[in-house]
């Protein structure tokens, strides 16, 4: 396999980047959305923000977190495009 | 100057516009029929993305659905905008590596079989044609609502704007268009949104309105809402009433259906570079943001607005609720369209609008003299009627005509690329003739999408009974059939061809035998459609969660048992998988 180094490093960052994901939507929004809706924050309950507006801002940095982070691996591995 | 001539007005010059663009950006090669040429500058892709992508549900139903569900609508606000980190970490960069120009041709390619590029086909297919239906249906509605132009009339405009630019620009052409229908859309979205964050928060920012308390000094807007919804019988706002597997389960199926959705995809073979198509996914994230994060506020600012107008005074008093008579203009104008009825039970010639479906609300509906409620309103209201509601100038009015026809346009206009693109390339010339010119597949890739408009003009006219219930279907279908084979193509080396027709076969017909059997469509169903009789508790629209699930171990299971793929392919993966 080519650069075996550089995917396991690739698939370590996404897996990192997903958990994120999963936890700011599925777990914050969904599975303890009850819970943290006993928490306030300004006019929101914790838990219904999470789900209508927190998990957006989280995942659009994600994504660009992903792009600069991915961009660093490359050259870190030598495989950066011309 | 009449409200009617200013709307023809902003949408003739929005049509002009795209029209003008058309000509500007005509197509000369395949490439740049099918990708663009793969010129395109990332930010521009993330807007052109964007406009793709929100659809007239976007723009004319969402904000609708979630101000009557409250908190269970956050499944297409978490569902329609997490889909893209899965699209952005999983698989935009390695498709745009592949460099291929269809979605079926990397199936095809990746698996080397021709029979699971044609499988891939179908399942484009099906997908995408059901979705095209549903935006000519948007066009048709802002035609007949704002313009009084009879529907055909509508449809047929619609077609051939879409005709011009499609046809004669292919992706270049329909990238620039989308660019402008992404502006347009935006700002028909905002400024209605900001000036009814303003008048009832005080605030101009929607998000953080959202979150404000009310200018009336009563409290907290959510607050304020969950009370006057309980009041009259509703679900508590920020508390929804769907089971928490399957508002899971629906979550799941709309995030991993938009990342396999053919014509999303597609969008990130047009940039230059792997890099590009990275940076690419976090721009058309955050400009669909923008939109996505002002509709629940809008949302919430939209059903309070109503229930206010509607109940003004205490609940249960005699004088508590409107008068017919006293009715604002808005409600006067959407009455005609049939948009919102109203029907004197009790007559007593006022509007009582509560929730006459919860038994435990009935003692008390009944003490108050109520008598069933007496109000319809359509969801779709809550975007289109929006900036009558709140008092504002007629040009908003206009503009908001012209968001909703740019997003159902440009919705449009991807999807008829993809399905033109899957006829003309993946079947016309991989499996008929294979030595065709280029410049006659560009030909015959013209014709295509022609024949794909004509064909959804039509069904958009005569929409057969069972197409508004499929398209709520197509993100399970995408999510259970090509959403696996693409993700494992990726990052299974071992995965082969019998495994990914094995998985997209069984991924497909699962979830299309478990929607048929609740929901019939075009048959009379066999189980009724209850939480009592749905497997583990996910109904339908959730059920495409399961069948991607079915879809990986069958694939996974099949291809463990059957030869490896060859040392070509597997070369051909792991070039995929790094940049240069």
């Known amino acids: ?82 | 100057m009449s409200l009617q001539v200013l709307t023809y007005i902003v949408v003739g010059v929005s049509f002009v516009l795209y029209v003008g663009i058309a000509f500007a950006t005509k197509a000369r090669s395949t490439s740049e029929f099918y990708v663009a040429g793969r010129g395109i500058n990332p930010v521009v892709n993330g807007m052109a993305t964007a406009a793709d992508w929100m659809s007239a549900a976007s723009f004319i139903s969402m904000a609708g659905m979630i101000a009557f569900l409250g908190y269970d609508g956050s499944v297409y606000l978490m569902g329609w905008t997490g889909g893209y980190v899965v699209l952005a970490l999983l698989l935009a960069p390695y498709l745009r590596k592949f460099g291929r120009y269809t979605v079926p041709e990397f199936v095809g390619d990746r698996y080397g079989s021709q029979t699971a590029r044609t499988v891939a086909v179908i399942c484009l297919i099906v997908i995408s044609f059901t979705y095209v239906i549903g935006q000519m249906r948007g066009v048709g509605i802002v035609f007949s609502r704002f313009l009084n132009v009879e529907l055909v009339w509508g449809l047929i405009t619609g077609m051939l704007i879409v005709w011009v630019y499609a046809v004669l620009g292919g992706m270049k052409g329909i990238t620039y268009t989308q660019v402008a229908q992404y502006c347009v859309l935006i700002f028909a979205y905002t400024v209605p949104a900001v000036f009814i964050a303003f008048q009832l928060t005080g605030w101009l920012v929607p998000q953080v309105g959202f979150g404000a308390s009310l200018n009336d000094g009563s409290g907290f807007l959510l607050d304020r809402l969950d009370q006057v919804v309980t009041d009259l019988g509703f679900t508590m706002y920020t508390d929804g009433s769907k089971a928490m597997i399957d508002v899971f389960f629906i979550t799941v199926v709309l995030m991993l259906g938009t990342a396999g959705l053919p014509h999303v995809i597609v969008r990130f073979f047009t940039v230059k570079r792997v890099q590009d198509a990275r940076i690419s996914a976090g721009y058309a994230l955050l400009f669909i943001a923008l939109l996505y994060t002002a509709a629940p506020s809008v949302a919430a600012l939209a059903r309070w607005n109503l229930t206010e107008t509607i109940q003004p005074g205490v609940v249960g008093t005699e004088t508590g609720n409107l008068e017919y008579e006293q009715r604002p203009d808005w409600f006067k104008t959407w009455e005609k369209t049939g948009l919102v009825s109203f029907d004197d039970k009790n007559d007593d010639g006022r509007i009582q609008y509560y929730n006459d479906t919860n038994e435990s609300f009935k003692d008390k509906a009944a003490e108050y003299g109520w008598e069933g409620n007496e109000l319809t309103i359509n969801r779709d209201i809550i975007v289109l009627a929006n900036p009558e509601i709140a008092g504002l100038p007629d040009w908003v009015i206009a503009l908001v005509a012209a968001g909703g026809i740019a997003a159902a346009l440009s919705t449009a206009a991807g999807l008829l690329l993809v399905i033109s693109a899957a006829i003309s390339h993946d079947l016309i010339k991989s499996v008929f003739s294979r030595d065709i010119s280029e410049k006659r597949e560009l030909t015959a890739s013209r014709i295509t999408v022609t024949v794909a408009i004509i064909c959804a003009g039509y069904v958009g006219f005569n929409p057969p009974d069972f197409v508004s219930q499929i398209v709520a279907y197509a993100f399970g279908l995408a999510a259970s059939s090509l959403f696996p084979v693409i993700l494992l193509g990726i990052f299974s080396v071992r995965m082969n061809k019998e495994g990914a027709v094995a998985g997209m076969l069984t991924g497909l017909i699962f979830t299309v035998t478990y929607i048929l059997l609740f929901r019939g469509i075009i048959m009379e169903p066999l189980l009724p459609n209850t939480p009592e009789y749905w497997l583990f508790g996910i109904s339908p629209e959730g059920i495409g969660a399961v069948g991607a699930l079915l879809n990986f171990v069958v694939a996974i299971t099949v291809s463990r048992l059957t030869p490896k793929p060859s040392e070509e392919l597997v070369e051909m993966v792991e070039k995929m998988r790094v940049p240069n």
Request: charged share 15%; glycine share 8%; hydrophobic share 55%.
């Open chain 1, 1 to 82: 396999m080519k650069n075996p180094s550089y995917w396991k490093d690739n698939l370590k960052l996404v897996g990192i980047l997903l958990s994120v994901w999963f936890v700011v939507s599925f777990v914050c929004g969904i599975l303890l959305v009850d819970l943290l809706n006993h928490v306030r924050v300004g006019g929101f309950k914790l838990g219904f923000w999470f789900a209508q507006q927190g998990s957006i801002f989280v995942f659009v940095i994600l994504v660009f977190v992903y792009a600069h982070l991915a961009k660093k691996l490359d050259r870190k591995h030598g495989v950066e495009e011309q």
